[in-house]
């Protein structure tokens, strides 16, 4: 156990991360991959309605500048059970 502990310091001494830790890091890296490939164009086209909404928000204030992020978070919010419906369903 000693052994491998000191091999494990020198290996982050030498590549200046902890081997281990890489290797979980990769796991996870690979999983929300896999899981993000398969919902990319529903991201896209989420990503798109949420836009429009947001622009529908801004056009209702007159253009009023300054409140843009909150018409984003407002945006995503309404939509948010719309798209949780769409990736139960996949």
Do not use: C
């Not at 000693?2 to 690979?30: M, P, V």
Request: zero cysteines; a positive charge; charged letters at 25%.
């Amino acid at each position: 156990m000693t052994a491998k502990r000191n091999n494990s310091h020198a290996e982050t001494a030498a590549t200046g991360f902890d081997t281990g830790a890489s290797r979980t890091a990769s796991k996870i890296t690979s999983r929300l991959m896999s899981a993000t490939a398969i919902h990319v164009p529903l991201l896209r086209k989420n990503f798109e309605q949420i836009r429009k909404r947001a622009e529908a928000f801004y056009a209702a204030r007159n253009g009023m500048i300054g409140m843009t992020l909150n018409d984003w978070l407002k945006a995503e919010q309404e939509l948010k059970p719309k798209f949780e419906k769409q990736i139960t369903n996949q």
